[in-house]
């Protein structure tokens, strides 16, 4: 089974950029789904994005389109979530997560392997 590993967060002003990176050990990370989510203080957990094994597919949630971007590196067992124009809603615990599933899913419940998460907090 695959084990994500999160890093990359930090303090950043808004309208400021932060790259987060996700790497994964153990399993063989081609065959999973990759995700992103976030759980902001009080808050429910919530979808961010999410990228197929090959990487040629992607989703993202409404409050991050255009803004957020999803990639991979399978050579490094690695996915990245770039994040641009950041505002205080975006203050957050960023996780990422592996679904052994075959579709881009957007539901916690479709992940079944989980980083501890890092947090990311904007400044106005």
């Known amino acids: 089974q695959v084990q994500p590993v999160e890093s990359g967060g930090g303090l950043v002003q808004a309208g400021g950029s932060l790259r987060l990176s996700c790497t994964a050990s153990g399993g063989t990370f081609t065959t999973y789904i990759m995700g992103w989510f976030r759980q902001a203080p009080g808050k429910a957990r919530e979808f961010v994005a999410a990228?197929?094994?090959?990487?040629?597919?992607?989703t993202y949630a409404d409050s991050v389109k255009g803004r957020f971007t999803i990639s991979r590196d399978n050579a490094k067992n690695t996915v990245y979530l770039q994040m641009n124009t950041l505002t205080p809603e975006d203050t957050a615990v960023y996780y990422c997560?592996?679904?052994?599933?075959?579709?881009?899913?957007?539901?916690?419940?479709?992940?079944?392997?989980w980083g501890q998460g890092t947090q990311v907090t904007v400044s106005s």
């Open positions: 990228i197929t094994w090959s990487g040629v597919s992607t």
């Open positions: 997560a592996a679904s052994a599933g075959y579709r881009l899913v957007k539901t916690e419940n479709e992940y079944s392997y």
